[in-house]
């Protein structure tokens, strides 16, 4: 099973608003209400941030939303801030007990 | 404060087997699936396997499939992994993750433990 796709990198300045796609197939994305995110900063296990395609856990600012339209995902940040910066992994439930993630990507706040 | 302690990584040799435990601090460890997630240096994150609450149901990932087993002792609140036959490709740092509700979410992660097979 290949893994979902993400584009490998993103960027932005303070302030502004970036948004990280996330492609799957109707097999896993398009299939089931079950997108997360997550958060990983370097040397870092990963966060959730977003689960069950746009619901944030308590903690985390509402800066970070999401979505899903047919197969792709969708992560956006607004009011970009410095400590966003960091690896961004979309995840879903793939049928039959699975689990797939995406490839990451690398978000840079310029 | 919920927790989860890996340990048991190491450097192996190919061919070799490795036991990885996962500890559970600070909740109900037998009403919750868990998961094994590994990240290969540099690389994404890779679902490795999941137990379901009571243990009662496995499944994994195809990479692994027959080289790794997932047990859970909820009696000392301990989730598995047992490795055979160690590729160089299973090089990675393994989470333990604890599924949120009954979405595959992850919202508890351990620290990570490093397995580098050579």
């Known amino acids: 099973q290949s893994a979902l796709t993400q584009t490998p990198s993103a960027s932005g300045s303070p302030g502004q608003s970036v948004t990280i796609s996330c492609t799957g197939t109707s097999s896993d994305i398009g299939g089931y209400e079950s997108v997360s995110w997550y958060q990983q900063h370097p040397g870092r296990a990963p966060k959730l941030i977003i689960h069950d395609v746009n619901k944030r856990p308590s903690g985390v600012p509402d800066r970070f939303s999401a979505s899903k339209s047919g197969n792709t995902a969708s992560l956006t940040v607004s009011g970009l801030q410095a400590a966003d910066e960091a690896d961004y992994y979309c995840s879903s439930y793939a049928g039959s007990d699975t689990v797939i993630f995406g490839g990451g990507t690398i978000l840079t706040v310029l | ?118």
């Open chain 2, 1 to 118: 404060q919920v927790q989860l302690v890996e340990s048991g990584g190491g450097v192996v040799q190919s061919g070799s087997s490795l036991r990885l435990s996962c500890v559970d601090s600070g909740f109900t460890f037998g009403t919750y699936g868990m998961h094994w997630v590994r990240q290969a240096p540099g690389k994404g994150l890779e679902w490795v396997a999941l137990i379901w609450h009571d243990g009662s149901k496995t499944n994994y990932a195809e990479s692994v499939r027959g080289r790794v087993t997932i047990s859970r002792d909820t009696s000392k609140k301990t989730l598995f992994l047992q490795m055979d036959s160690l590729r160089v490709d299973d090089t990675a740092v393994y989470y333990c993750t604890r599924e949120g509700g009954d979405t595959s979410h992850m919202d508890v992660w351990g620290k990570g433990t490093t397995v580098i097979v050579s």
